[in-house]
């Protein structure tokens, strides 16, 4: 079994301030991460996925994701954020096996709201 | 991005009534899933599918059913609607490759009354 959590619910930042969206997670197996965003009224949309190798991810949009394995964490980070990055974020881990049928589990979410 | 529909995209029903939720993809991809998302609880899977005809529960099975007779096809029925399957409805899908994400509709907003 796996399970994602997603440390704030909410994150309130001013427009051009950095920000980190914190995710960790639990397998007991190899996994793939997941980012998503999901803008007001909309479906969920790729932002960057972690499969090996290097473990810093980068992602559309200027975002980038840090996977480590030894605290099993893939947070997000941005240097600079804007009034449109305003959305909410969703982590997500699925085995790496196809036996598992890639099904993803989602953290809860992370509502950022960039401030002017 | 793969061209997934999800129809319709309101629906307002009363308790008790049949519904049935539509997904049609465009990718030719083997994996379709369905989610409810719900505030504070992120997307939860209620059932997938590997293939033509083959379905699986996921965690939030209760109460819904789910046909897939056609690749490009993924049907979610709730029997007798209640109010708590009040919700938003995701569909998505993958193809069969390894590392591949899924791919999200934009989602049915389903209300009980």
């Known amino acids: 079994a796996q399970s994602v959590t997603q440390l704030d619910s909410q994150v309130p930042v001013f427009e051009e301030a950095p920000v980190e969206l914190r995710c960790n997670y639990s397998s007991s197996v190899s996994v793939y991460l997941f980012w998503y965003v999901q803008y007001p009224n909309q479906g969920l949309q790729l932002l960057l996925k972690y499969l090996s190798g290097s473990t810093l991810v980068k992602g559309i949009n200027g975002f980038e994701a840090e996977f480590n394995k030894s605290q099993t964490s893939f947070h997000l980070r941005k240097p600079s954020v804007h009034i449109s990055d305003t959305a909410e974020y969703f982590c997500?881990?699925?085995?790496?096996?196809?036996?598992?049928?890639?099904?993803?589990?989602f953290g809860k979410g992370t509502l950022l709201t960039v401030n002017p | 991005d793969a061209g997934i529909t999800q129809s319709p995209r309101h629906k307002v029903t009363e308790t008790g009534t049949p519904v049935t939720l539509r997904c049609h993809q465009t990718?030719?991809?083997?994996?379709m899933y369905w989610y409810r998302q719900d505030p504070g609880h992120g997307l939860r899977l209620i059932h997938y599918?590997?293939?033509?005809?083959?379905?699986d529960k996921g965690e939030v099975s209760d109460g819904y059913s789910v046909s897939r007779s056609k690749t490009e096809d993924f049907l979610l029925t709730l029997e007798s609607a209640t109010s708590s399957q009040t919700s938003v409805y995701f569909c998505a899908s993958r193809t069969g490759n390894s590392g591949q994400p899924q791919h999200f509709g934009d989602g049915t907003r389903l209300s009980i009354l």
């Open positions: 599918s590997y293939g033509v005809k083959d379905t």
């Open positions: 990718e030719n991809h083997r994996y």
């Open positions: 997500a881990v699925s085995s790496n096996s196809g036996g598992s049928n890639y099904k993803l589990t």
